[in-house]
């Protein structure tokens, strides 16, 4: 991948896929405020490059799950880094994209693919090395198929446990803010509401604390679920502010924001 001229410590040129590069940090602002077309418009020159292929198509993807559209884009550029994949890692990764795709259309509603999802996870279980960056990922996508396609909310639990491990381990952290909302979601399904709390406590201060603004509402609203009154109502005003700054984005966070219909 040719670089822009931005060095490590050592003088050695940074690849722009290295956390600590300036283009790293655009995607990261862009993608944060929900202008993922944006983001992924600047890995465009490094397309051939597998990280920067699958990182491109992850953008398009969360887009899809975000705001329900551009899923023409998102597959060709899945297709993209599936081309590109040269060993078991990045295919298992690319696989895992698929299936990550595949699960959005479903559970939008656009379109059932939940058996493609099935057997593209299946296939990036069998790349990715257990102990490996992205099996966390994986197994958190894997819960999410158990838990809103399956509705399996044991089976979602345990893959969101490892998927909580392999995050703690890896030191990914926004992964950490999802395993944690998730398993607080699963917590406040069977009426463990101090559990549930703490939970979803912990996604939102992940979240706030890294800047990550298009999750920051939706982490606001799953929170006042598992508040009494006035701190949910407090809550879901801000949830609803953060929603119309970003332009109603994610797409299905309305639906909860929705006022509760005027009692008489």
């Not at 931005?6 to 040129?13: K, L, M």
Request: aromatic share 6%; charged share 25%.
């Amino acid at each position: 991948m040719s670089d822009s001229g931005t060095t490590a410590e050592n003088g050695d040129p940074l690849d722009p896929l290295d956390p600590l590069h300036p283009l790293q940090t655009a995607v990261w602002r862009l993608r944060s405020r929900g202008c993922w077309t944006d983001a992924a418009a600047l890995l465009e020159p490094y397309g051939a490059e597998p990280g920067a292929a699958l990182q491109r198509a992850a953008l398009l993807t969360e887009r899809c799950l975000y705001t329900g559209d551009g899923w023409a884009e998102a597959e060709e550029a899945l297709r993209g880094a599936e081309a590109v994949a040269g060993d078991d890692e990045e295919r298992g990764a690319a696989a895992c994209e698929r299936g990550q795709l595949a699960y959005a259309s479903t559970l939008l509603g656009v379109r059932d693919r939940a058996d493609e999802a099935r057997s593209a996870l299946g296939r990036a279980a069998a790349l990715i090395a257990p102990a490996a960056r992205g099996r966390a990922l994986l197994d958190f996508r894997r819960g999410l198929l158990a838990e809103n396609v399956a509705d399996a909310p044991q089976a979602a639990r345990a893959a969101y446990r490892r998927a909580h491990a392999g995050a703690t381990a890896h030191g990914d952290t926004l992964l950490l803010s999802f395993t944690w909302r998730h398993l607080a979601g699963l917590a406040l399904r069977d009426g463990e509401l101090a559990e549930a709390r703490h939970g979803f406590a912990e996604s939102l201060r992940i979240r706030e604390e890294l800047g990550y603004l298009v999750g920051t509402a939706p982490a606001l609203a799953a929170l006042a679920e598992a508040e009494p009154e006035p701190e949910a109502a407090r809550l879901r005003t801000e949830a609803a502010r953060l929603f119309r700054l970003l332009g109603g984005v994610p797409t299905w966070l309305a639906t909860h924001l929705a006022p509760s219909p005027a009692t008489t």
